[in-house]
């Protein structure tokens, strides 16, 4: 497992972050439906439906193959995904069993599947010039959910309600609105549906459970607190994070090398944002007015001001390096066994055990106990827990000739079939976002499987802005954000300040609000 890692870099690379809200709507912006589908065969192949159906029309690229019009022709495909990232990779290693099902059903080959991948931080600049010249290089894409808008606006990707329209065994019902709202809908709140979920992804914690199931340890929290220390999920279920940071407390042992938790503080990529957005948004914090576009005045709050104290004054229960951790630090602190507790996404749950793990540290994932995010005091004094979404839909090239364009659509039909999916889930550390992928009992033995599908529940998580200005608002808190926890920033309400006003600006200066940011932001510089 050590080399597995080193080999995909989790350590290094912003691996499958992409939370961005779904229960946030956007508007003041164009209408991506009405844009220029790009300039291709398969342009408007059947915008908004149309009425016609794939027995109306079977040479529509988009109905995928017909029995006929695939027979002995030879394909080239690729697909662009996320570095670094295991079930981003999983296609490719699953691709010749596609393309085993392409030949014995529609009579066509297909080549080895080609790819280009990169980080987080650098796929969307990988593969945006290619789209931007009408290239299609990449049949299918892996992306970032916040990318839709990006993608759609310029024409760039297919409207996935075109293919459900002819296609309606691809409509597949999710497990919750969240699973629509992250990675098919834009602009937000529209109902207008781009991606195809890929790889879903929820927020939760991993705790050593050999050393809360230690009678030594469970007698001296005992002495310690006159309480029982928790063992079960059950119990975690509905904890609150004050009750929960008494338990890392307990744990934590600096002298010792061993830390009571562990969390992402770092700038790269949305490390922080995902990080701190549920200690915002579970205590009645919002990031911005979906409605008007708007930032500034509500980003900039005292509610989020005291959730950002509260997220990075737990510090003291971690290395003096926490202003730097992103993914890979948590599993390494955690599997090394230098930290009881690591909040992490629950995707990455296949990685936090290693066979090879020192002395003390996790090797089997029997020594881990996977839980929700902790509750908090919500803005009504009830327990209430909002987290960020995490994963990646896949999306379609508008650009694709026609014969690419039935690939494409062949590939998605097998994908999602039941049998494809067991092979991603079982074997390649997918999760299931489908009511029916849910309710399988042969993936109720993944042991992260549970607190994942409760942070999938309805009003638990959500995602952030989906709009094409996202990078440049994201690279804007995430150094302003950092700074607090580096201490280059003097306080949580400054970089929230800052933040807010810059991302206000972003905005009014792309035509998406009409507020103008407060006089003198162009010039502001943190502090």
């Known amino acids: 497992m050590v080399a597995a890692l080193a080999a995909v870099g989790l350590a290094s690379t912003a691996v499958l972050a992409g939370c961005s809200s779904g229960d946030d709507g956007a508007s003041g912006t164009d209408d991506p439906a009405a844009s220029d589908d790009g300039g291709n065969d398969s342009e408007n192949l059947n915008e908004d439906g ?36 295991p079930p981003s990779s999983a296609p490719e290693a699953m691709w010749p069993a596609f393309q085993s099902y392409a030949k014995e059903t529609y009579g066509y080959d297909v080549s080895d599947l080609a790819f280009a991948e990169a980080p987080f931080g650098e796929l969307f600049q990988k593969i945006a010039p290619t789209l931007a010249s009408g290239s299609n290089e990449f049949n299918l894409m892996i992306v970032d959910s916040q990318w839709l ?26 497990y919750s609105s969240l699973v629509t709202n992250t990675y098919q809908v834009y602009p937000d709140g529209s109902g207008q549906r781009w991606g195809f979920p890929q790889m879903p992804d929820t927020q939760g914690v991993f705790l050593r459970k050999d050393w809360l199931e230690d009678p030594a340890n469970q007698a001296a929290f005992k002495d310690a607190t006159g309480k029982d220390l928790p063992t079960t999920y059950e119990e975690y279920e509905n904890i609150l994070m004050d009750d929960f940071l008494e338990i890392v407390d307990f744990f934590n042992d600096p002298s010792g090398g061993v830390y009571g938790t562990a969390l992402m503080y770092s700038k790269e990529y949305d490390f922080f944002s995902c990080a701190y957005y549920p200690f915002a948004y579970s205590t009645g914090g919002e990031i911005w007015n979906p409605e008007t576009n708007d930032v500034y005045g509500i980003l900039n ?60 540290g996790v090797a089997s994932p029997d020594q881990y106990l996977a839980i929700p995010l902790p509750k908090f005091e919500g803005p009504d004094g009830d327990a209430n827990i909002i987290g960020a979404m995490g994963g990646q839909p896949w999306v379609i090239n508008s650009f694709n000739d026609d014969d690419q364009m039935r690939v494409s659509v062949d590939f998605l039909k097998w994908w999602y079939l039941p049998e494809t999916q067991d092979v991603f889930i079982l074997d390649n550390g997918g999760l299931p976002w489908s009511k029916e992928g ?90």
């Not at 003096?320 to 909040?343: H, N, V």
């Open 149 to 174: 808008g990006a993608l759609s606006e310029p024409g760039w990707i297919v409207k996935a309600d075109d293919v459900f329209s002819l296609n309606p065994e691809l409509d597949i019902e999710p």
């Open 50 to 85: 149309g009425g016609e159906t794939c027995a109306d029309n079977p040479e529509n690229p988009l109905c995928g193959s017909s029995d006929t019009n695939m027979q002995g022709k030879s394909i080239e495909f690729g697909y662009s995904r996320i570095g670094g990232w």
């Open 301 to 360: 709050s005292e509610v989020n001001a005291a959730a950002m104290e509260k997220f990075v004054g737990l510090q003291d229960y971690q290395p003096e390096t926490f202003a730097t951790q992103g993914i890979g630090d948590m599993i390494d602190l955690f599997t090394q066994g230098r930290a009881f507790s690591a909040f992490q996404w629950l995707a990455v749950g296949a990685f936090m055990h290693n066979p090879e793990a020192p002395e003390g």
């Open 438 to 527: 849910a309710a399988n009992p042969a993936y109720a033995d993944i042991p992260y499987l549970k607190p994942f599908l409760y942070m999938l529940g309805e009003g638990r998580s959500q995602d952030f802005w989906h709009l094409p200005e996202y990078s440049e608002m994201l690279a804007v808190q995430q150094e302003a954000f950092n700074g607090y926890a580096t201490g280059t920033v003097s306080s949580a309400a400054e970089a929230l300040d800052y933040s807010a006003a810059k991302q206000q600006e972003i905005l009014f200066n792309a035509g998406r609000t009409t507020v103008a940011p407060p006089e003198g932001t162009a010039g502001r510089t943190l502090q």
